[in-house]
Each structure stands twice: as structure tokens, then as C-alpha cells.
Nanobody, 124 residues
Framework: QVRLVESGGGLVPAGGSLRLSCAASGRTFSSHAMAWFRKAQGKEREFVAGISWNGGSTYYTDSVTGRFIISRDNAKNTVYLQMNSLKPEDTAVYYC?????????????????WGQGTQVTVSS
């Protein structure tokens, strides 16, 4: 059974940093694209960042470009999201996702598995 478990969320003041982790189990994800999404209260779930299977390509939504960095450690079946210069509008539940068939995720199309999410709250 495939399982994605996020961790690292919490409460942080504006301007602070957090690093989210997503540990995958149930199969080897080293050949699959992975991504982070988020859902703020009252809003639709949105794409945040994606990374190709080997980490060679990354893609970010405009609002986080230059502040967030997605990376992966295939030996640990883990993907990370380093979030810097956090803003109150970054407050959301952050979800990890994986695509079995795509080189890169740039949106919700192609997502095969989701994690349960981790809450990130940025205070002003």
C-alpha cells in the first residue's frame, strides 16, 4: 500500500522558515515525479512546487518562486520543501503528491497519490 507522510509543519512568524518533509513508502519513488500542493481555508487546492524523478528539473508557482526550494533524496524516498521568507498568505495545509507516469507535475493533473497534509501557519 502506497503511503505518503508529511511532517515539519507548524506555527512560524512572518519572515521565518520551515522545512517540510514527505516520506514515501509502499513502493520505490525514485523514478517518479513528486510535488507539493497547498489548500488555504476557503480556497481551492493549488500547486506549489514540483520536481522530476532525478531532481534535475523543478517548477514553482509564481507566488513562491525565489522563496521556496523543492528537493528530494531518492535514497530515503523523501521529498522536501524548504520555505523561506514566509508570509501570512502562505498559511495552508500542505500536501505531498506523486505521479507514477509523468516526468513532472505542474498541477493536479497526473497526481496518483496524496499525503494527508501538514498545517503551516504564518503569523503576521
Amino acid at each position: 500500500q502506497v503511503r505518503l507522510v508529511e511532517s515539519g509543519g507548524g506555527l512560524v512568524p512572518a519572515g521565518g522558515s520551515l522545512r517540510l518533509s514527505c516520506a514515501a513508502s509502499g513502493r520505490t519513488f525514485s523514478s517518479h515525479a513528486m510535488a507539493w500542493f497547498r489548500k488555504a481555508q476557503g480556497k481551492e487546492r493549488e500547486f506549489v512546487a514540483g520536481i522530476s524523478w532525478n531532481g534535475g528539473s523543478t517548477y514553482y508557482t509564481d507566488s513562491v518562486t525565489g522563496r521556496f526550494i523543492i528537493s528530494r533524496d531518492n535514497a530515503k524516498n523523501t521529498v522536501y520543501l524548504q520555505m523561506n521568507s514566509l508570509k501570512p498568505e502562505d498559511t495552508a495545509v500542505y500536501y505531498c503528491a506523486v505521479s507514477i507516469g509523468r516526468y513532472m507535475l505542474t498541477g493536479m493533473t497526473g497526481v496518483d497519490y496524496w499525503g494527508q497534509g501538514t498545517q503551516v501557519t504564518v503569523s503576521s
